[in-house]
């Protein structure tokens, strides 16, 4: 996992998918299936690159890597559209997709209606909200929650000293570049090095003592013009000294420290 580039922020993300409206910009569809009973709705949106984040990608070239994951260069697209647009990179041009995105966030705006609710976060009632972090002492369990995420939020200690601060921060953009790639790792082998590279930051923080922990907080993005919310799971990960941890159940509730030798 070494030598991953640097992915979509999550300002970025949030702006993309505020100003499409949470809509397919091609086939303004809402990129939400509905629900059942048994299972939630399923999200099929996808943040395509208008000039690609790779060398060898459709529409590569001609950007600079500071503007290549900016709001300006994704476009919202269903899973559909998406495939389109890479399959067929002599009609999906640099200049039709900037103008599809042009006129499909100008649709956006014109079908918003001010009294409208604003955008904004909210818990999803049907899960339970986490209390405490879980404890993760291997890759697997983390990876399998960023595969799961949409956004990332973080917190690491205060005064540390300059080689611990160094590879807290490490460990921190890898997930942030694991969010970002992790919808488009399908083989098990990369997924297996996905784990093991995390796997490497969490013993190399062990070492020196620190634990990390991490949940999943689900969330919807409500208001808009959007008809339904859309889901939006959010990851926290958190490094902290192992002599300031504190060990409780699932409620949170610490565990009595046992005495005696």
């Known amino acids: ?7 979509v922020s999550e300002k970025a993300r949030k702006i ?47 950007l600079g890597e500071d503007l290549i994951n900016h709001h300006s260069n994704l476009i919202l697209l269903c ?20 103008r599809i995105k042009s006129e499909h966030e100008a649709w956006v705006r014109s079908i ?32 399998n929650m960023i595969k ?9 200690p205060d005064q540390l000293c300059d080689d611990d601060e160094d590879l807290i921060i490490e460990f921190l953009d890898l997930i942030r570049d694991c969010l970002d790639i992790a919808r488009e790792l399908d083989g ?23 634990l990390v922990g991490a949940y999943v907080r689900h969330l919807l993005l409500t208001g808009g013009s959007a008809e339904r919310p ?3 799971p959010m990851l926290r ?6 002599t300031l941890a504190e060990v409780t159940d699932e409620r949170g509730d610490p565990y009595p420290r046992q005495t005696g030798a």
Not at 79 to 98: A, G, I, M, Y
Not at 117 to 139: A, C, E, M, S, W
Request: hydrophobic share 35%; aromatic share 8%.
């Open 1 to 7: 996992m070494t030598g991953l580039k640097m992915g």
């Open 16 to 62: 993309l998918w505020v100003q499409a409206g949470g809509f397919c910009a091609i086939c303004k569809q809402q990129v939400l299936t509905p629900g059942t009973a048994s299972d939630d709705p399923s999200v099929f949106g996808e943040e395509a690159h208008i000039v690609a984040r790779s060398d060898g990608g459709p529409r590569a070239g001609g």
């Open 79 to 98: 899973s559909k559209d998406h495939k389109r647009v890479d399959d067929q990179p002599n009609h999906f041009t640099v200049e039709r997709l900037r």
């Open 112 to 143: 918003s209606d001010v009294d409208k609710d604003p955008l904004r976060l909210v818990p999803d009632p049907q899960f339970p909200q986490p209390k405490v972090l879980k404890l993760i002492t291997r890759g697997n369990p983390l990876w």
């Open 148 to 156: 799961e995420s949409l956004a990332f939020e973080y917190a690491l």
């Open 188 to 210: 098990v082998r990369e997924n297996r090095d996905a784990e093991k590279g995390i796997q490497q930051y969490i013993s190399r923080l062990a070492e020196r003592d620190f």
């Open 230 to 232: 859309t889901p939006w």
């Open 237 to 242: 990960v958190e490094v902290q000294p192992a």
